[in-house]
């Protein structure tokens, strides 16, 4: 088993709609979770944090549900520039040697 | 600017050829790593350095080598690349906070023919 999964995409949705990606992780001592966007080809970018209480940026929201072991992100109003793929990313740590990267998932916004 | 500065972009070359990837940071961050990016398996990671003279295997370490011998650089190295190695590889650097994040360089486009 994967140690961070995500639903395997793409997802093609037009202008406005709302989508969200779920992301499951099989380490139940991960503390830090993430979101990151990466553009094809290109680096990913930190997109948002991950807290317990959830928390949100604008028009993306994201979840934790520890119990379950389980995250997503939440986009309303989705733009034609929120096409990318979505990486979600558990740490054990605050340290670099223990973030584990899931697959991404593609989101096309379309016209 | 904060940065992480990967070169080159693309690099096309034959098995067995040695070549060196670079990788420099100007954030003084102490952590640095490589990772390479295949399709359907995400980013899985090469070696790390948590400081100068200090590296460590990642996840997929064979056929690969780095070094650190000054906090700004940690090069990748194939002494002797081999097909299996095409891939899209990323530096990364991170600082020591509370909350950090991964800094990446913008990549490399490995050909090995």
């Known amino acids: 088993r994967k140690e961070v999964e995500q639903d395997p995409g793409p997802f093609n949705v037009p202008e406005g709609a709302t989508v969200a990606f779920n992301c499951t992780y099989s380490n139940s001592a991960s503390q830090s979770f993430f979101w990151y966007r990466q553009d094809c080809r290109k680096e990913p970018k930190l997109l948002m944090s991950?807290?317990?209480s959830g928390n949100e940026d604008g028009r993306f929201t994201a979840q934790l549900n520890r119990a379950s072991q389980y995250i997503s992100l939440l986009i309303r109003d989705s733009k034609l520039s929120d096409s990318a793929t979505y990486l979600c990313?558990?740490?054990?740590?605050?340290?670099?040697?223990?973030?584990?990267f899931g697959p991404g998932t593609r989101l096309s916004v379309l016209p | 600017e904060a940065q992480v500065t990967q070169n080159p972009r693309y690099l096309i070359t034959v098995t067995g050829k040695k070549l060196t990837v670079t990788c420099s940071q100007n954030m003084n961050h102490e952590y640095m790593s490589w990772y390479r990016q295949d399709p359907g398996l995400g980013l899985r990671q090469i070696y790390y350095s948590m400081n100068v003279e200090v590296t460590d295997k990642g996840d997929v370490p064979e056929g690969y080598k780095v070094s650190r011998k000054e906090k700004r650089n940690f090069p990748l190295i194939l002494e002797s690349p081999s097909p299996n190695q095409t891939s899209l590889y990323f530096c990364a650097s991170l600082g020591r906070g509370r909350g950090e994040k991964l800094f990446f360089g913008s990549g490399t486009q490995l050909s090995v023919l």
């Open positions: 990313v558990v740490s054990l740590d605050n340290y670099g040697q223990n973030f584990v």
């Open positions: 991950v807290y317990s």
